[in-house]
């Protein structure tokens, strides 16, 4: 994963970057990236019980170059490697990855000694900046995966946790 | 150039500094702020978009010429809608026959919009498929 | 039930049936004990008969009314008097028998109007299977061929493009051999 | 259009409506050979979510296979459920007691309420509509916490056991299938008014996509697609399985072969599959939900069995190989959506691309039950 250091931009200014990573981070346009099962609850989420609008991540663009985080929901085949990869290339900085449901963590029920036929998670090939667990995982694990986006990207966390339990 | 026409003058360029300036202005921000270059892992950020996939053969093929002429037909309205600017500026200015300009402008927009009747007629709107060099 | 159907089928597919020899493991009753000694026991003999593979198994176990073995050679004859007889194709399935060093192709028909389910097999040598196709009677076939081409290996002579379906394009194994290895 | 014929039109160029497209609902990828915006040849390409569902079939024991089956087609996974718990039932010949034999056809209806639900959705989200993505949405929810009350997941069921089911079904889950068919049968005149008595839909449905019965039958189509070119085969009627003889349903057929005709076929088997879940909640009998003497290993005897049961998309069938182990031999997982897309190439021919894409909505597609 030859990821070159990304030369940091001509004009740098703290402040600035605060104001953009806050806006960066409320408007997060994923890509239609559904691959198998998650995709359906990726669908869910984006629907009108769990709208993921209120966070502003409702607008799912099928071409990469207008969006910010590719949602890989499903099991990545070795036949559709490179298809994700040119995928990943081909969206503007600055990017981030969420591997949605096991299989796109670490192959999920799909592996097995002796397996042929699929990359045991995205982080092989892909610099993955959130993790959701879950087969499939529900909407609000969704909506969480991307809330923890947003405090990965501002660096402080604007909706209330929920403490479990 | 008296006094008065160079104050135009100066609107005039003021309102085209501003122009200018909204639409270059993003490209010089986004130039100065936006991370420079993009993290790839197979070399093809400049890729032609196809769904993942390396595009297959040449986009530059000799096309169809259904697609052409819709665009003739369009330019041809466009012009004359820009010419229908300023005479909606200059409309009942000069006091001629009150019905004048109306007539006017019918007869130029009458004019033009035979070009529409002969392209109907010619079937460009039908959108079958132009099948003359194969049966 | 579709019992004329079937027996039409039956009788139209009987000229296919292929003729095995099958190990029947017989018992014979052991002889009357002599006086002095204890009874003998029933000894257990394998005899081989020959059998037109043709059966009609009980619907409510198998799920299916009609199982015939043919050759490969006759799998279009009969392909070609299903469609015939306005038979659609299910499913073709491979099964990999490397002890017998075969490899076995299961046709599945099945009819509209009336439940009638028909499954003709062929066995083929398991280091070349060959398997003449029927995507030109059946179109359905087409792809059906080629994933079992993509597991097994099987060619079917006469396809018309046998690249791999569900496998990646430059794949050359055949997962679903029971010798496979990742 | 001929070999020769192509290539003297010097206009054809090859389009990828690749593996990442709204409009295959998944990782189907088709090589659309395209002259302007007429489809010259489409091959679709599949094997983009291949996860080797046969393959875990011959390493895993019989019941730890069960899992895989709600992964198949996971929008109306039940009947999937249904098809494997059915084929082992019978190869091993285990009674499953009435009531959860109801039950199975009760949340089997359910889910396939559901897949339409979404199928009606994601199909007018192509046509270019998404607020009735919005309300069918809305509608699935309330299916799909019924379903998770009984069954603990959404969408990737494993309810079902050889010899009955996982637990049996309370009260709040009949009253609240009751009050989901009044609310939903309130909401159907709505959906039919707004969306199939739009003109636009008509426009974009009606006379397109014919699919002829001779095609459905060499390709060896089922399911609403085949029940849209007017032939009346359905496994429940034709092969009748469970308790389904009990329930008085028909089976919606429109003999006109077109998008509009598969559309409309859809939409009609959600009130039948309403009418079934009634009448199953209605005539549910008390009693264990899990046959006495279920084997926990299963070793059905040596030989092969084929059992199929009618999915939302189309007739799934398995064959089973046993050798009389405690794994199978060989799992065949006859997919309905497979067939359904292999006429898809020949029936798209020479059509505009909008026209085809109206095509592939109606017939219903999941990608990873294609490929297994």
């Given at each position: ?33 559904g691959?198998?099962?998650?995709a ?21 663009r ?24 040119t ?9 981030w ?6 299989c ?9 000694p002796?397996?042929?036929?699929i ?12 993790y ?7 909407p ?26 | ?20 300036g ?36 040449d ?55 035979l ?21 | 039930?579709a019992?004329?159907?079937?027996a ?14 099958i190990e ?8 009357p ?10 000894v ?14 009980d ?24 469609i015939?007889?306005?038979f ?39 280091a ?27 060619v ?15 794949a ?11 | 259009?001929s ?24 990782v ?7 002259d302007g ?11 983009y ?31 999937y459920?249904?098809?494997?718990a ?14 959860a ?29 998404f ?43 009949i ?28 426009k ?11 095609m ?49 076929v ?8 309403m ?67 292999s ?6 021919q020479?059509?505009l ?6 095509l ?13």
């Open positions: 994963m030859e990821t070159e250091k990304l030369q940091s931009p001509i004009v740098h200014l703290a402040p600035l970057d605060q104001v953009l990573a806050l806006g960066r981070a409320n408007s997060l346009w994923p890509m239609t990236f691959l198998a099962c998650c359906i609850e990726m669908m869910a989420a984006g629907a009108s019980r769990f709208d993921l609008a209120r966070f502003g991540a409702e607008v799912f099928p071409s990469p170059r207008q969006c910010d985080v590719m949602i890989v929901a499903g099991t990545i085949s070795k036949k559709m490697e490179p298809a994700v990869k995928l990943y290339d081909q969206m503007p900085e600055p990017k990855v969420i591997a949605m449901g096991n796109a963590i670490s192959g999920g029920p799909f592996v097995f002796g397996q042929y036929g990359v045991e998670g995205a982080d092989k090939f892909l610099p993955v900046d959130i959701i667990p879950g087969c499939p995982p529900r609000e694990a969704l909506i969480e995966g991307i809330l923890e986006l947003e405090e990965k990207i501002t660096g402080s966390r604007r909706w209330p946790r929920v403490q479990c339990g | 150039m008296d006094q008065r026409s160079t104050t135009d003058l100066l609107y005039i360029a003021a309102f085209f500094l501003g122009g200018l909204f639409a270059i202005g993003p490209f010089i921000i986004a130039t100065l702020f936006a991370p420079r270059g993009t993290r790839n892992i197979s070399r093809k950020t400049n890729q032609l978009i196809e769904c993942g996939i390396a595009p297959i053969g986009a530059w093929i000799r096309y169809g010429v259904i697609y052409y002429l819709y665009a003739l037909i369009f330019l041809a309205f466009d012009v004359d809608v820009l010419f229908l600017f300023p005479v909606a500026m200059a409309y009942n200015k000069v006091k001629a026959l009150g019905i004048g300009d109306f007539v006017e402008v019918v007869l130029f927009v009458g004019i033009l919009s070009a529409l009747v002969y392209a109907w007629n010619k079937g460009v709107f039908e959108w079958k498929r132009k099948n003359y060099n194969r049966q | 039930m019992e004329m159907g079937l039409e089928i039956k009788q139209a597919l009987s000229g296919l049936a292929v003729t095995d020899e029947v493991v017989k018992t014979i009753p052991a002889p004990p002599a006086e002095g000694e204890e009874p003998g026991k029933p257990e003999v394998k005899e081989k008969i020959q059998q037109t593979m043709l059966f009609t198994p619907y409510a176990k198998k799920g299916y009314h009609l199982d015939v073995k043919v050759t490969p050679e006759d799998v279009v004859t009969a392909a070609r008097i299903l015939g007889q306005e659609f194709l299910e499913a073709i399935t491979g099964v990999d028998w490397i002890k017998e060093g075969q490899i076995e192709v299961v046709y599945d028909f099945n009819l509209w109007q009336k439940l009638c389910r028909v499954v003709i097999r062929t066995r083929t040598d398991r070349k299977p060959e398997v003449p196709t029927i995507s030109d009677i059946y179109s359905g076939a087409n792809w059906h061929e080629r994933e079992t081409h993509d597991f097994f290996g099987v079917f002579t006469g396809h018309p493009d046998l690249s791999p379906l569900l496998l990646p394009e430059d050359d194994f055949h997962p679903l051999l029971k010798d496979f290895k990742a | 259009m070999a020769e014929v192509i290539d003297k039109s010097l206009e054809t160029f090859v389009l990828n409506l690749g593996p990442q497209h709204p409009a295959t609902h998944g189907l990828r088709v090589k659309l050979t395209m915006e007429y489809i010259v040849h489409a091959e679709p390409v599949l094997g979510i291949h996860r080797m569902h046969e393959k875990m079939g011959e390493n895993r024991t019989w019941a730890q296979f069960m899992p895989n089956t709600g992964r198949l087609d996971y929008l109306a996974a039940l009947s459920n249904h098809g494997y059915m084929a082992a039932e019978r190869a091993e010949g285990i009674e499953v007691p009435e009531r034999e109801y039950i199975r056809c009760i949340t089997v209806e359910m889910n396939r309420i559901a897949s339409h639900l979404l199928w009606f959705g994601a199909f007018v989200l192509d046509l270019g509509g607020t009735p993505l919005l309300y069918a949405f809305d509608d699935r929810e309330q299916i799909l916490d019924l379903l998770e009350s009984v069954t603990g997941a959404r969408l990737t069921f494993c309810y079902f056991r050889f010899g009955g089911v996982y637990n049996d079904i309370d009260d709040n889950f009253t609240g299938c009751r009050e989901f068919i009044k609310r939903l049968r309130s909401r159907m005149p709505m959906y039919h008014d707004l969306v199939t008595k739009n003109i636009i839909l008509i974009r449905l009606k006379d397109i996509g014919p699919i002829s019965q001779d459905c039958r060499r390709y060896g189509a089922t399911g609403p697609v085949l029940r849209g070119s007017g032939v009346n085969f359905d496994v429940r009627k034709h092969e009748p399985y469970s308790v389904y003889p009990e329930f008085d349903f028909d089976i919606p057929v429109y003999t006109e072969c077109d998008s509009m005709a598969r559309y409309m859809r939409m009609d088997e959600m009130e039948q599959s009418r079934i879940v009634e009448q199953g909640l209605n005539k549910l009998p008390e009693g264990p939900v899990m046959a006495a003497k279920a084997p926990k290993i299963l070793k059905p005897a040596k030989g092969d069995y084929y059992c199929a049961v009618e999915a939302a998309r189309g007739s799934f069938g398995i064959r089973l190989v046993s050798d009389g182990t405690n794994t199978p031999y060989r799992l065949k997982l006859r997919s309905p959506t497979f067939s359904n897309l006429l898809f190439s020949e029936a798209c020479g059509m691309l909008p026209d085809a894409l109206a592939m909505g109606t017939l219903d597609l999941v990608i990873p039950e294609i490929d297994r």
